[in-house]
């Protein structure tokens, strides 16, 4: 299989994910989009309600950005310190047509990044033992799927509060505020570059199955 990489630094995330839209529904080849850091933005799901997802006093006083992104998922606030990763992959290569599939599929990528017996996915989550560290939405379609993740390499305290504890929540969390319930990277990695070196050399290193090609970025 052949992946085209994107490597980028301070891309804004609406023109990454004007970006992501762009290949996911115009072109037929596979791509993985890494990109280090944003303005902070909040960044709605598709469905998601404003009032019930953020702080709008709060926002407001901030005047923090609010965004919505094509995709389902929950809502997250993004800074300089997200590392987001994302995977357009033709079906041509990976025939996923169900969720459970690709978050199989990435938990077993991840697994090779993070080596650790205290990293897991838990209901859509990826997790250290029971603190959320990164968080997923995906786009299925006839042809193609669409994986992406935000990465908390850290995350102020304060930037929290701007978002609300939604209605829905996994039930892992067990009614824990953001900052009980969410955790960093920056004690698991050197820096970032090491994070981001090594998505890069599984990408180069993984076979997916045993008749794709070697992938190649």
């Known amino acids: 299989m052949e992946i085209n990489l994107i490597k980028t630094k301070n891309l804004n995330i609406l023109k990454q994910l004007q970006l992501e839209e762009y290949i996911f529904k115009k072109r037929e080849d596979s791509w993985c989009i890494i990109n280090e850091g944003t303005e902070k933005t909040i960044v709605l ?12 006093e709060l926002i407001k006083k901030n005047k923090i950005p609010i965004i919505k992104r094509f995709t389902g998922g929950g809502s997250v606030i993004v800074d300089k310190n997200t590392i987001f990763v994302t995977f357009i992959i033709s079906k041509k290569n990976l025939n996923f047509s169900y969720p459970e599939e690709i978050f199989k599929w990435s938990e077993n990528f991840y697994k090779k990044i993070f080596k650790s017996k205290y990293f897991k996915l838990i209901e859509n989550d990826y997790v250290f033992k029971k603190n959320k560290f990164a ?55 050197q820096n970032k570059e090491e994070f981001i070196d090594k998505i890069i050399t599984n990408l180069k290193k993984m076979t997916v199955a045993p008749d794709f090609d070697t992938l190649r970025v």
């Open 45 to 56: 799901g598709v469905s998601n309600d404003i009032n019930s997802h953020v702080n709008m």
């Open 135 to 189: 968080g997923s939405a995906q786009y299925i379609k006839k042809d193609k799927w669409l994986h992406h993740t935000s990465f908390l390499w850290d995350f102020e305290k304060k930037n929290m509060d701007l978002l609300l504890i939604p209605k829905k929540t996994p039930k892992y969390r067990k009614d824990r505020d953001h900052n009980n319930f969410l955790c960093n990277l920056q004690n698991f990695f």
